[in-house]
């Protein structure tokens, strides 16, 4: 039987989930509640309920998911309000805006007994499959470092992502699902942070940022989002004791080199700009491998069956509170990073 969802925020990834709902072959969609009377008009014109408040929404008998599309600094609230109304909760990222307040919804789902999770999507991204296929083959041997971007040319959104009251800039949109892909990249403990923002196009929030995560076995992890990028960096680039990859754009293929034989007995200096180089000498196929790796088939909407399965009990939780903790961790230390322009310290971080 399809569980019945309620969203409440029908901006643009609201009206997203709703589109998901509406076609999925384990939930259905009941509604959804907007404070702008626009957003739920425009509801209205495709056929879906608007409920007049928010308690509405929350306390409709008939739904057992409530899904929060709001700004960031309104999540608590409301999740903690929809559990305690007995719902199941799916909270867009990121959680909430400190650790703090993550807490209290952990909390208020223990208390509850009701699931709650928060919307990692990207988990199913390609391009992060692909990367991740490569790293737990174990083709490459042990990870030295994992380089996630994503680059943009149009500055931040003219909305509430602007604006830091509200939970605004990059770290807290892109930088949430980066790291969350980075942490299941390098599951590893965590040593130390370190983290730049960029404020070409917003003085209020960071509108990019560079963030490198230490982990204890040596491995680095960096993770850049910018918005003012107009030649954009690989998506992915990957090095590893045995080789490396190179995922270029979410549409590509993965390009892997295998190192098979480290032999340099009889490599010779060749011609670079104004000199020679025996150093940076080209790779021959007697000691290296060049494939491709197939794009992984990938289905997003596999995030909302895993939930409505652990609903039931059928299934485990895919994004687990543990892994919310974690991804929140790293913010709050990023910002202490910058705020203090030092390296941050983690002692007791999976």
Known sequence: MKKKVVIIGYGGQGSW??????????????????INPKRS????????????TLDDAINDPASDIVVVVTPNDSHKEIVVKALAAGKNVICEKPAEMSLSALDEMIDASNRSGKLFTIHHNRRWDVDYLGMKQIIQSGKLGDVICVESRIHGSRGIPSDWRGMKEHGGGMLYDWGV????????????????VFCTFSHI?????????????????????????????????????????????IITDWKE???????????EGDVLPVQAAAGITKTMAPRDE??????????????????YRNFCAAIDGREKQIVLHSEIRRVMMVIEAAFKSVQSGNTVEFKDIL
């Open 17 to 34: 989930h709703a589109a998901q709902i509406q076609k999925s072959d384990v939930a259905e969609l009941l509604g959804i509640y907007d």
């Open 41 to 52: 008009d425009l509801a209205k014109e495709k056929g879906i309920f608007s409920y007049d």
């Open 253 to 263: 293929k993965a390009k892997v080199v295998y190192c098979k034989h480290w032999y």
């Open 177 to 192: 699902h980066l790291i969350d892909q980075m942490l299941q990249l390098i599951p590893q403990k965590i040593t130390s």
């Open 286 to 303: 007697i000691t290296v491998d060049t494939y491709e790796v197939e794009r992984p088939v990938s289905d997003v909407h596999d995030f």
């Open 201 to 245: 196009t917003n003085k209020e929030v960071d509108d990019g940022f560079k963030l490198t995560i230490n982990f204890e076995s040596g491995a680095v992890g960096y993770v850049e989002v910018g918005t003012y990028n107009f030649i954009a960096m690989p998506r992915f680039y990957m090095l590893a004791k045995k080789g490396s990859a």
